[in-house]
C-alpha cells in the first residue's frame, strides 16, 4: 500500500498534458486579455503627446575658412598661423560648454514653456532641458564629427534649436578667436612702436653726437684758417676725399662744416636718415589697424542640413502595440494559471477528505 506521504507529493505534481488543456479551454480570456492589452498599447500611442528629435551635424571647416584669421600671421611676426584643428577645436569646447547652455536654456528653453511647467524649481527644468538638448561624437572613428539632437514635441522647434544652439556656439568660438588675433596683433603693434621710438630716440642721439663732432672738425678747419677743400690731383685726390671723415672731418673747410652743421640743427626729422625706420612704421600700421572680416571666418561646417523631422522618436507606436499585447497575453495565461491551481487545490481538498 502507498503511504500517505507518497500520495501526498504525488497530488503536489503539475500534469503539464494537463494544464496546456486547462489553458486551451481558457483561450478566449487569454486572448481577450491580449487584445485588451494591445487596446491599451493603441490608445498610449495615440493619447501620449508625440515627441520628435531634430539633429545637427557639425564638421571642422575649410582651410579657406580660417585664412582671414592667419592675415599677417607670418614667421617674421613671430605669429604662429591657425591650422584647421585649433580652430575647430575652440569651436567643440564653446559647443560643450556649461556656459553656452545655461545662456540658451535661459534664453530659449524657460521662455517656451507655459506657466504651469514654471512653477516647478529651476533644478527640475535645466535636468529636463539637459535631456533635451544633447551633444554626442557620432562615430569614435572619426573623432570629428559631432551632432547636436534636441527633442521636442513640436518639430519646427525641435530644428531650429538645433541649429540656432549649433549657430550660437560658432558665433561664440568665432568672436574669441577674432578676439586673441586682434589682441595679438595689438600687442605686436604696441612692441613696433617702442622699437620705433628707440630707433628716434637713437637717430636724435646720432645727430647731437655728429653736430659735436663737426663742431670740433670747425675748430680746427678755423684754425688752420682751410676754408675749402684743398685741390689734389690725381688718385690722391679721391683717396683724400673718402676719409674726410673721423679725424679728418677738418679738411672738408670751415664753409662745408658751417653749413653741415647749420643744416643738422635746423634738421626737423631724423626719420629719413634711420635706417629700416620706414620697414617698422609699416609694419606698425599693418598691425595696429588690423581688422578681421568676422563674415569671411567659419569654424565649422554644418554636415547637411538641419531638417525638420517628420516621424517622431516617442513613443514607438509599433512597439506599444506589441508591448501591449505581450504583457495583456501574460496577464491572460497568469491570471488562467491561477483558476487552474485554485480548481487543482479545491479537487485535492476533496479528495483528502
Not at 532641458?129 to 559631432?146: A, C, E, G, N, W
Request: glycine fraction near 6%; proline fraction near 4%; hydrophobic fraction near 40%.
Amino acid at each position: 500500500m502507498q503511504s500517505r506521504s507518497d500520495r501526498v507529493a504525488r497530488e503536489g505534481d503539475i500534469d503539464l498534458f494537463d494544464l496546456a488543456h486547462w489553458l486551451w479551454l481558457k483561450k478566449v480570456l487569454i486572448v481577450s486579455m491580449m487584445l485588451l492589452g494591445g487596446a491599451c498599447g493603441v490608445a498610449y500611442a495615440i493619447l501620449v503627446t508625440p515627441i520628435y528629435e531634430a539633429k545637427g551635424v557639425v564638421i571642422p571647416p575649410t582651410q579657406n575658412g580660417i585664412a582671414e584669421l592667419n592675415y599677417g600671421r607670418t614667421s617674421e611676426s613671430g605669429l604662429a598661423p591657425f591650422n584647421i584643428s585649433a580652430v575647430y577645436d575652440v569651436f567643440l569646447r564653446n559647443l560643450r560648454s556649461e556656459t553656452l547652455r545655461r545662456r540658451f536654456f535661459e534664453e530659449q528653453y524657460l521662455p517656451s514653456l507655459d506657466a504651469k511647467s514654471k512653477q516647478r524649481s529651476e533644478a527640475d527644468l535645466y535636468r529636463d532641458f539637459s535631456r533635451t538638448l544633447q551633444i554626442t561624437l557620432i562615430d569614435k572613428s572619426v573623432p570629428d564629427r559631432y551632432s547636436v539632437q534636441v527633442q521636442s514635441s513640436d518639430p519646427a522647434l525641435a530644428a531650429r534649436w538645433a541649429s540656432l544652439f549649433i549657430e550660437q556656439a560658432g558665433a561664440q568660438a568665432k568672436a574669441e578667436l577674432i578676439s586673441n588675433v586682434e589682441r595679438e596683433a595689438e600687442v605686436l603693434a604696441r612692441n613696433l612702436s617702442r622699437q620705433i621710438n628707440m630707433l628716434r630716440e637713437t637717430g636724435r642721439k646720432v645727430r647731437e653726437d655728429l653736430i659735436i663732432q663737426l663742431n670740433e672738425a670747425l675748430a680746427v678747419a678755423q684754425a688752420i684758417g682751410l676754408h675749402k677743400p684743398p685741390l689734389i690731383s690725381g688718385n690722391l685726390s679721391s683717396e683724400v676725399s673718402a676719409g674726410m671723415d673721423g679725424e679728418l672731418t677738418y679738411m672738408r673747410g670751415t664753409n662745408a662744416l658751417e653749413a653741415e652743421i647749420r643744416n643738422l640743427k635746423e634738421r626737423k626729422s631724423d626719420d629719413p636718415f634711420i635706417h629700416s625706420l620706414r620697414d617698422l612704421q609699416s609694419k606698425y600700421d599693418f598691425y595696429k589697424y588690423l581688422e578681421v572680416d568676422s563674415e569671411a571666418v567659419s569654424v565649422f561646417r554644418f554636415d547637411g542640413p538641419t531638417s525638420q523631422p517628420d516621424i517622431p522618436v516617442k513613443p514607438k507606436r509599433v512597439m506599444a502595440v506589441a508591448g501591449g499585447a505581450a504583457l495583456g497575453l501574460v496577464v491572460g495565461v497568469l491570471i488562467a494559471m491561477f483558476g487552474y491551481l485554485l480548481g487543482r487545490r479545491s479537487r485535492e481538498a476533496t479528495v483528502g477528505t
